[in-house]
């Protein structure tokens, strides 16, 4: 985030020196504050310092709510959501352990706002110091759709295991607890510290169907045009809105044609309105928004909103939902007596109801929301293009970096076969081909002239095969071949994730002999770890193990390097049970 500040610094000297009078449009957008939450080190020590969530979630959400009412940023009348007892731990329930490791987490966190905070107050001084600050427009929204509960009950440090559905207990977690926060780890807090953060409302990000998954916090600031400084503004608005405001405080208008491409129009509508300190009671300008993520929906209308209740915890990454989303039942609110949708009226207004669910069918058809999808394990999954999509033969030669994941071949629940043909010096190291890293992936390299296939399981568990013996120089062929026993993908069509992460058993051979064999238990589903890269050659991310450090470039020379992809295929009598199994689950729990 440093880099970041510093490269729009930069930018705004750059457009200045060239013209001083060239207006300039910076769009910074930080990644806190969604996991993994990495601040400098001062910064978790700075917000430990000051203690501030030592009394826990639950304590912290009243003195929240308290704050926010002092400073008549949520309308006194606000009623504090109720805490989720069946959802949810209090914190007069933990263990002092939790506690130790939730409150570092809350800290983490915290350091990464505080962090975030900073660096946007350097880019915004550096206007200031540039003369600039009077006329510059400047909108600065602080959220990330309502907090992520991606982090499990009691978080983890690694998000890429828990988007995965695995959590890791608090015992485990505590061996981090000194280097949590720092890049040994990928940290997320623990979802009663999100539900806190999202006070006065109920829910998390996830949730588009109520406030805590998808309001954000918003300050304007334009001295030249707002004199209402400090002003409170209670308009409903959306983020399409931003757009249309800034073309109206710009002059501008939008384009219908752009390199030829006809424009759709912007469906949002211009807050500039709400500048002037007349309007600050005015009716809002934006009447109806339709809200929807993985099947949970809700529709706004005029001071009301019909909300879906929520089927699935976000937090249940892996859980499968069988029902229609068109069949969830509705909550109703209204939010001109009830800003943060305490009070279930769907009882009350049968007919209001009806009609904001009519009109939710509307909207989502004029913006192509249909059809409704529950599902969360298989879009993880779905195919999307990408140049390795439906292929199973792959072959390179020399040194290929920087693949993304999405246009890598996966090897996950699937059998592959790796095969390199090197031509070796004395002495020789380096990678031959890896995808992911520190959190999750593999890496097939020569380590002190000695073949090694690496599998790390989510940096819980690191498989090794070995070569005994040193290659000698010249030619060789190395492979690795590994057996997958589980059903594969085709499972998850059936709300079902029996076949993905199963064990398997790899091979590794150096000039047609078996050098190593070894079994594993469990493997990577569904996805690698997104944020590293498809390497061949080289290693461009964080190592997969402490063998090596990047870039680890193979010394050899990497002549051809084959992949072959053998993906399970269901057979009729698999399809059948899972169908029953499906049925089943749909069916509900046996209450004889």
Request: aromatic letters at 12%.
């Amino acid at each position: 985030m440093t880099a970041q500040a510093d490269d729009a610094i930069q930018y705004l000297d750059r457009i200045t020196a060239i013209d001083n009078d060239q207006p300039f449009f910076v769009y910074y957008v930080p990644g806190a504050v969604h996991a993994p939450h990495h601040p400098k080190p001062e910064w978790v020590k700075k917000i430990s310092d000051m203690h501030l969530f030592d009394k826990g979630w639950n304590e912290l959400r009243d003195t929240i709510f308290a704050n926010q009412k002092r400073l008549g940023v949520i309308p006194q009348d606000a009623k504090l959501t109720p805490w989720p007892h069946n959802l949810l731990k209090g914190w007069d329930q933990l263990a002092p352990d939790e506690k130790k490791l939730f409150i570092r987490q809350a800290d983490v966190f915290a350091a990464y706002w505080a962090y975030s905070d900073h660096e946007i107050g350097r880019v915004i001084q550096h206007i200031e110091d540039m003369g600039k600050l009077d006329n510059t427009l400047i909108i600065y929204i602080a959220g990330d759709n309502g907090n992520s509960a991606e982090g499990s009950l009691v978080g983890t440090p690694n998000e890429v295991a828990s988007l995965l559905g695995i959590d890791v207990p608090v015992a485990e977690q505590m061996k981090f607890y000194d280097v949590w926060g720092s890049d040994l780890t990928y940290p997320h807090m623990a979802v009663a510290w999100t539900w806190a953060f999202d006070t006065p409302f109920s829910w998390t990000k996830q949730i588009a169907s109520h406030w805590g998954g998808v309001r954000q916090g918003m300050a304007i600031s334009w001295p030249k045009v707002i004199k209402d400084k400090g002003g409170i503004r209670n308009q409903f608005h959306h983020f399409i809105d931003i757009v249309p405001t800034i073309l109206e405080a710009a002059g501008i208008r939008q384009p219908q044609v752009v390199d030829g491409i006809p424009q759709e129009p912007i469906e949002g509508v211009s807050m500039m309105y709400t500048f002037d300190a007349k309007n600050a009671n005015a009716s809002s300008t934006h009447h109806t928004q339709y809200f929807e993520m993985m099947g949970d929906h809700a529709l706004y209308h005029d001071g009301w909103i019909a909300s879906t209740k929520v089927i699935r915890p976000p937090w249940d990454v892996a859980g499968a939902v069988s029902l229609d989303p068109a069949g969830f039942p509705y909550e109703l609110y209204d939010l001109s007596k009830d800003w943060t949708q305490y009070n279930d009226v769907a009882a009350k207004y049968p007919d209001k109801l009806k009609e904001l669910e009519k009109l939710f069918w509307v909207e989502a058809n004029k913006f192509r929301v249909l059809p409704l999808d529950a599902s969360v394990a298989t879009r993880v999954v779905a195919p999307r293009p990408n140049f390795a999509a439906g292929r199973t033969q792959f072959t390179w030669s020399g040194e290929i970096t920087g693949t993304p994941n999405g246009d890598a071949p996966s090897i996950l629940d699937s059998s592959f076969r790796f095969t390199a043909d090197v031509e070796v010096p004395q002495g020789v190291e380096g990678m031959i081909v890896t995808q992911g890293g520190r959190f999750g992936g593999y890496g097939f390299y020569l380590l002190k002239g000695k073949p090694v296939f690496l599998y790390n399981f989510l940096d819980f568990q690191r498989m090794r095969w070995e070569g005994p013996d040193t290659l000698a120089p010249g030619r060789h062929t190395l492979e690795f071949d590994f057996k997958y026993d589980g059903l594969g993908l085709g499972t998850l069509a059936y709300n079902n994730v029996s076949g993905v992460g199963c064990g398997g058993t790899g091979v590794l051979k150096v000039d047609g002999k078996e050098v190593a064999r070894q079994r594993i238990e469990h493997t990577i589903p569904r996805i690698m770890q997104w944020d590293e890269n498809f390497d061949i050659g080289a290693d461009t991310g964080t190592p997969v193990s402490n063998d090596y450090q990047v870039p680890f470039r193979f010394t050899g020379k990497l002549n051809k390097l084959t992949l072959t992809i053998d993906r399970p295929k269901l057979t009729p009598e698999d399809e059948r049970q899972l169908m029953n199994s499906a049925s089943r689950a749909a069916d509900g729990p046996d209450r004889r």
